[in-house]
C-alpha cells in the first residue's frame, strides 16, 4: 500500500518487485518502433534534487515499477542542482532496481545549461558526448535507452548535434535517439538527417496540456506519424495548475512558489485567466465524474499519436492518482468538443 511505502522502515527492506506489476497496465507503440511505453511515465524533473527527500522520491519510483510504469525519464540538468536527480536515481536503481534493469527504460538529455565555459551548454558534439558520458556515471550504468537533445541549438549546425545522437546509438551508450522540444519542421529535418545516418529518431518529447497546445497548430503530431515517430508529452498537467490546487491561491510549497526561488515556474504563471479555464474545465470534469486531473490526463493520450504522457509526482499518493487516470472510459468526441468549446470562451 502507498502508506507502508512511506514507511522508511520498508525502505529498508530489500525491494521485491509486485508479480502484478504488468497486470492491467497500459503501453504504447513508440512510432513505427518495436519500443513500447506506458501510457503515463514517470518524470523527474523537479521533484529529485537536493530540496526533496530521497526517501520519499525511492518509494515513489518503487511504486511506479510496482504499478507497471517502466519509463523513467531525467536529463543531465534535473535536481536542483544539475545533476541530482541522476545520482538520486541512480543510487535507486542500484539498490532497488538493479535486478529489473531490462524491464526498465531509462531516458536522459542534454542541452540546456550543464556546466561554465562554451562546452556546458547547447548542441555541439562536445557537449553532447561529454554530458552523456557523465550522465551514465552519474546514474551508475553502461548505456541509456534513449539519449535525447534537449532543444533545437540555433548555433551547431543540425548534421553536428544529430551525429552525436548516431554516434551515442553506434557506441552502445543509448538504445535510440531522440529528440525534445523540437517544432515540425526542426523534427522533420532532425528525422531526416538520423536516417541519412543510419540510426531512426525514435521520439519527440514535448510540452503538450490542455492549456499548452502550440503543436496543434504547428502540425507536429503529423508530422512525427508520417515519420514513424512517438510523441511524449510532458508538463500535462501544467505543472500542477491542471490538477487545481491553485484554485485556492498558491501552496506553499508548490511548483509557482519554488519558481519564485529559481524553478520552472513562477507565481506569474498562475494567472487570473488560466484559473477561470481551469474552473471551466473542473465543471466539466465534474458532470462526468472523474477529477480534472484524470480529466487532463486523458484528454493529452486521446490521441493514438501520442505515446505517453510525462508525470512528475513529489508523493506516492499523487502517483497513484495520476496512474488512475487510465481506469475508465476514455473521453468521447462529444466530450473533446465541449471541452474545446470551454477553453474557447474568453
Known sequence: MPLELQDPQKLQEPYVAGSGRYEGAAYRRCGRSGLSLPAISLGLWQNFGD?????AGRAIVRRAFDRGVTHFDLANNYGPPPGAAEERFGRILAADLKPYRDEIIVSTKAGYVMWAGPYGDWGSRKYLLASLDASL???????VDIFYHHRPDPNTPLEESMSALA????????????VSNYRSAQAREA??????LGVSCLVNQVRYSLLERNIEADGLLTTLAEGGV???????????????????????????ERGSRGGSMGREGVTEATLASVRRLGAIAERLGVSLTHLALKWVLRDPRMTSALI???????????LDALKGPALSSGDVAEIDAALAQA
Open 230 to 256: 512517438g510523441c511524449v508529452a510532458f508538463s500535462p498537467l501544467r505543472q500542477g495548475i491542471l490538477t487545481g490546487k491553485y484554485l485556492a491561491g498558491i501552496p506553499a510549497d508548490s511548483r509557482a
Open 191 to 196: 528525422i531526416a538527417e538520423l536516417r541519412r
Open 312 to 322: 512528475g509526482a513529489r508523493t506516492v499518493a499523487q502517483l497513484d492518482d495520476c
Open 167 to 178: 554516434d551515442a546509438v553506434r557506441q552502445g551508450k543509448a538504445l535510440y535517439a531522440g
Open 137 to 143: 556515471k552519474r546514474l551508475g550504468l553502461d548505456y
Open 51 to 55: 530540496l526533496d527527500s530521497f526517501d
